[in-house]
């Protein structure tokens, strides 16, 4: 007999992976599928960072690590934090986690008690939700569309805190939307959140180096919030390492300490041999991963302007990250032998079922009119992608 808990009962599975499970199971059949579901560099990680890894294990990096990682690894993000940010953290700031997911986890379980409201600036990464439920939280989402970049209304932030609001969690670069937030547009965050130091804002800044708009800004740079201000960040989509699964924090004495205390029970440190590599990845200057950052900004310009070419879908120009999110609700209530798409998840299930090309909907996100592409594949892949999308919206009728 089946006993399974409430909280993991109402917890929704992650739609991008379901997608990507979906699509492995059909080219498995032998179905040629070109998969855009997963928020995954196409990379391999940089052999100078592999060298590192191999180096670790034949040094015998191999025993339990200390629970916020090994320290010279800490001081090596506060001196990046420092360098590449203009930020001071000590390294006893700093906590490092398996992957930016568990930073993640490790803030809610630190922060929130039953009943603590959430801000979520909506489209969002399908994970805030679901472990702010899982903390028993309550995600309140502040919306946004395509007409704005998908930046929120800062009047529509406000009328979302109450006295029960402990978080406000954004991403920038953004996954899904590929959003960018310019220094005045964290400005005007901050000026609101300024007013209620009793609220920690989560800025999850693990896109930071696939940013093709100049350089990176932090509301941690403004002094009215640096003390309620903690980054999330991490190694896997900067550095191709997402299976080496490194995150990070940096954040006010007190949270990283409660952090340190809920790892300890949980999974303590996370791999030597990874943190390893990523000492080696963060010590070095971010131009090392340039090439990456060109070759995803010219396959964004590529599958944008390929989107904007098929009748009824609309794709902003986003400036980071390596997703695109079209609005594409034009499509809905249309048909295809008696089939009506009424949703996105409706719409992106056809794509699948009749273009082979897999794609996210957004609804998973927060966001009902769109859906997300990942441009992390081969220019000719995403060539035919757009060319196969296409094809099957020109079905309905």
């Known amino acids: 007999m089946e006993h ?66 090994y320290m010279e690894l800490r001081e090596a993000i506060a001196h990046k934090l420092k360098r590449d940010n203009n930020l001071d953290y000590k390294a006893s700031q700093v906590v490092v986690s398996t992957g930016a997911k568990q930073s993640l986890a490790n803030i809610f379980l630190s922060i929130l008690d039953p009943g603590d409201e959430v801000i979520i600036f909506a489209p969002y990464w399908v994970t805030y939700f679901e472990q702010v439920k899982l903390a028993e939280g309550i995600p309140v989402v502040v919306q946004s569309d395509i007409s704005t970049d998908f930046k929120i209304n800062i009047e529509e932030l406000e009328k979302a805190i109450t006295s029960n609001t402990k978080l406000v969690i954004f991403s920038s670069p953004c996954n899904p939307s590929g959003t960018v937030f310019t220094k005045n547009d964290l400005m005007q965050i901050a000026n609101v959140l300024s007013k209620h130091p009793e609220i920690t804002i989560i800025s999850d800044e693990i896109y930071e ?13 403004f002094p009215e919030v640096k003390e309620q201000t903690v980054i999330v960040n991490g190694v896997s989509k900067g550095f191709s390492m997402t299976g080496w699964r490194i ?21 303590s440190g996370t791999s030597t041999v990874s943190q390893m590599a990523a000492l080696e990845a963060i010590s070095n200057s971010p131009d090392e991963i340039r090439y990456m950052v060109e070759e995803f900004k010219e396959r964004k310009e590529l599958v944008v302007a390929g989107l904007n070419e098929i009748e009824g879908v609309i794709c902003n120009n986003p400036q980071g990250a390596f997703y695109v999110f079209p609005d594409v609700s034009s499509y809905f209530g249309k048909s295809y032998e008696g089939k009506i798409i009424k949703n996105a998840s409706e719409l992106s299930l056809f794509i699948l079922e009749h273009g082979k090309v897999s ?8 966001s009902s009119n769109t859906i997300r592409i ?22 309905l009728k």
């Not at 929704?12 to 997608?19: K, N, V």
């Not at 059909?26 to 179905?31: A, M, S, V």
């Open 209 to 221: 180096l696939i940013n093709f708009d100049g350089t990176h800004e932090s509301i941690a740079q």
């Open 374 to 395: 990942s441009y992390a594949a081969s220019k000719e892949s995403l060539i035919e992608a757009i060319k196969r999308i296409n094809n099957s919206l020109a079905l």
């Open 247 to 267: 995150g990070y924090i940096a954040a006010p004495q007190w949270l990283a300490d409660a952090c340190i205390k809920a790892q300890g029970q949980i999974t």
């Open 359 to 366: 794609v996210v909907t957004g609804e998973a996100f927060g």
């Open 4 to 69: 399974v808990s409430t909280r993991i009962k109402s917890m929704l599975p992650s739609a991008t992976l379901e997608m990507a499970q979906k699509s492995r199971e059909l080219k498995q059949q032998g179905i040629d599928i070109i998969s855009l579901s997963l928020g995954e560099p196409d990379f391999d990680t940089p052999d100078y960072i592999k060298k590192a890894g191999i180096k670790a294990i034949e040094n015998n990096y191999s025993k339990y690590p200390p629970v916020p990682g």
